[in-house]
């Protein structure tokens, strides 16, 4: 450790942020202290209290920066934006919300509906979740729209059957009160948004009593329908009620935070618990943590509740490690909440068992987590083995190149980090140089753009591509050309060829295609059983690249302007698009004409009446299989 103890003992005993950083000036650590100089003294100097939970830490710190605050809680909001700036690898850096479903509610808009979203925003609108995955979420929705139909269409569709006066089938399954067709008037579509909102908050006893004054008064003026509606309501409400699990007598809001851990393998369970039932659960994951319990708790409460709006936030807050700066914590909470929040450990009693079963939730998540990774260990190790390759693929790039018979011809890019897509490293190559239906070249483009950038993104463990012996072979090329031959393994993913599929093993494998591996200087394919994990690793690489490439496409066939998708045609440059639209009158005549009508435009020839009917088929044909 070279940090300068005149530095550390010049610091100011003031509260603060403090960054610690290596020779190079690269932040390894980011705190907040009541008393600066305490605090990294006790981190840095022989002699301290005795804290060295972080021995690399402290190895490798040569120098250190404050910022001074006005007090704890401030230093706690400028710690978070500091770890999100810096990213600093000795911190626990909790992810967005993105890998987890929300619903959005948003009752300033004319007819509410619910939204799924994967993050929470400060815009006004009410939020509900986190879920944990999207099956969970589109159950919880299935039911409340049986208890409380609001609309799911979107907008476009909403107007769409506002213009034709008669409502969809969703009308019928009394999913939805048809507001477009207006077979529901705005103050009872109103009194749904509010019984939604206040069931997805848990407020359940809210809600019936709600509901029961609102029948009470309606059979007392002897609209009986209505009381007879919100009657049943009320009964769906309450059964729903009796499924949720009961954690607590009493009715108060509540987050609890377990913790379990394996060495560095750390697993934060959340659940959330509203009027004394759970109403939602999330798990965090977090590798590699050098911080004792306290500190990781610590440190994620305050990355956790920073991104939370205010209804978000409970009025207490259960956990079972001791809390570094806990007062300063519940300050920053009851600032955001604008309402008093406590923050506790409990000792006994129903409240430690609730900590409990977070704890037991968070283990059962950290073994699953823990399986899965030898599970993937293992599915590498095959893919390694049996298909002969020199290192462990941890890193796997797959590329796939998609087309309209020649026309709107794109590749795409995806990239697998251990198992999981790293979705901020794919990428869409708009194919230019292309003329026609040539996989071949395409792939040839996109490969070229790719290495050309090989010194800002290194090669992975693997190469891969959607496709045989042809496309294995444009890969091989492409690295020979960019001097890179030897420095990635390359293979190919491809279904064996109709003539080839009628064979014995693939009527036992249930009537697929049996998936052939191709490699390089390699004349036979590889087959792996359809069991095999490997295989299934590859296939899902393989898929994803297939529908990335396909959505791309998509997007570029949907787009609304005719004209620039007319651009899109080779052969037919302004002055034939001039002539088209000036002797077909309209672009959806244009669309619709047949080819001998495309013949007879000034300028069009035969071939490039061809090209424009078969991409014009091809656009509005189905959509091929992902």
């Not at 987890?100 to 948003?106: F, H, I, K």
Request: hydrophobic share 40%.
């Amino acid at each position: 450790m070279s940090v300068d103890p005149e530095r550390v003992e010049a610091l100011p005993q003031a509260p603060g942020v403090y960054l610690l950083k290596d020779a190079r000036g690269r932040v390894l650590y980011v705190g907040k202290a009541q008393n600066l100089r305490s605090r990294v003294r006790s981190y840095l100097l022989p002699g301290g209290d005795g804290r060295h939970q972080i021995p690399r830490l402290v190895e490798r710190a040569a120098d250190v920066d404050v910022v001074l605050t006005p007090g704890v809680k401030d230093a706690l909001l400028l710690e978070n934006e500091l770890i999100k700036q810096h990213r600093p690898p000795f911190n626990v850096r909790l992810r967005d919300d993105k890998q987890y479903l929300a619903l959005r509610l948003d009752p300033r808009a004319d007819w509410p509906r619910l939204t799924q979203v994967r993050r929470f925003q400060r815009d006004g609108a009410l939020y509900f979740g986190p879920y944990t995955s999207s099956q969970s979420m589109r159950e919880a929705v299935s039911n409340l729209r049986r208890i409380f139909p609001l609309r799911s269409c979107s907008d476009a569709v909403f107007r769409d059957y506002q213009r034709r006066g008669r409502p969809c089938i969703e009308y019928e399954m009394k999913r939805c009160g048809a507001p477009c067709c207006g077979r529901i008037d705005e103050a009872a579509y109103r009194e749904l948004v509010e019984g939604t909102a206040l069931f997805l908050r848990g407020r359940s006893s809210d809600l019936v009593a709600l509901l029961d004054r609102r029948m009470q008064e309606a059979a007392k003026a002897e609209r009986f329908e209505e009381a007879a509606r919100l009657r049943d309501r009320i009964s769906a409400v309450e059964q729903t009620v009796e499924r949720q699990q009961i954690v607590a007598e009493e009715a108060a809001d509540r987050d609890v935070f377990g913790l379990a851990r394996d060495g560095g393998e750390v697993e934060l369970q959340v659940l959330h618990v509203r009027a004394g039932r759970v109403v939602g659960a999330a798990g965090h994951a977090f590798s590699d943590v050098r911080l004792d319990d306290g500190a990781v708790v610590s440190s994620f409460l305050g990355q956790f509740y920073a991104q939370r709006t205010t209804d978000e936030i409970p009025g207490e807050v259960l956990t079972g490690q001791e809390i570094e700066d806990e007062e300063a914590l519940e300050v920053f909470l009851s600032e955001r909440r604008e309402r008093r929040v406590r923050l506790r450990v409990p000792r006994r009693g129903p409240l430690r068992e609730l900590v409990a079963m977070a704890s037991a939730n968070a283990r059962l998540g950290l073994a699953r987590r823990l399986e899965a990774r030898e599970s993937l260990a293992a599915a590498l190790g095959e893919v390694a083995e049996r298909v002969g390759l020199s290192v462990l693929p941890r890193r796997i790039e797959c590329y796939d190149v998609s087309t309209l018979n020649g026309v709107l011809t794109v590749a795409s890019r995806v990239v697998f980090e251990d198992g999981r897509p790293a979705k901020n490293d794919y990428r869409r190559y708009r194919i230019r140089s292309v003329e026609g239906a040539d996989d071949y070249a395409a792939l040839r483009e996109a490969l070229g753009r790719r290495l050309a950038r090989v010194e800002r993104e290194p090669l992975p463990d693997l190469l891969m591509v959607d496709g045989g012996r042809g496309q294995v072979g444009v890969v091989t090329a492409s690295l020979r050309d960019a001097g890179l031959e030897q420095a990635v393994e390359v293979l190919g993913l491809a279904k064996e060829r109709d003539s080839e599929s009628a064979t014995a093993r693939v009527r036992r494998s249930g009537g697929l295609k049996a998936e052939r591996i191709f490699r390089p200087g390699r004349k036979d394919a590889i087959l792996l059983p359809p069991s095999s994990r490997g295989l299934l690793l590859l296939q899902r690489v393989r898929d994803e690249s297939h529908r990335f490439a396909i959505e791309y496409q998509r997007r570029l066939r949907n787009r609304s302007g005719l004209v620039s998708i007319l651009e899109e045609l080779p052969g037919i440059g302004p002055k034939k698009r001039r002539a088209l639209l000036r002797s077909l009158g309209s672009l959806k005549q244009v669309r619709s004409a047949s080819a001998e009508r495309l013949r007879q435009v000034p300028g069009i020839s035969e071939g490039d009446a061809e090209i424009i009917r078969r991409f014009f088929d091809a656009a509005e044909a189905p959509e091929p299989p992902a």
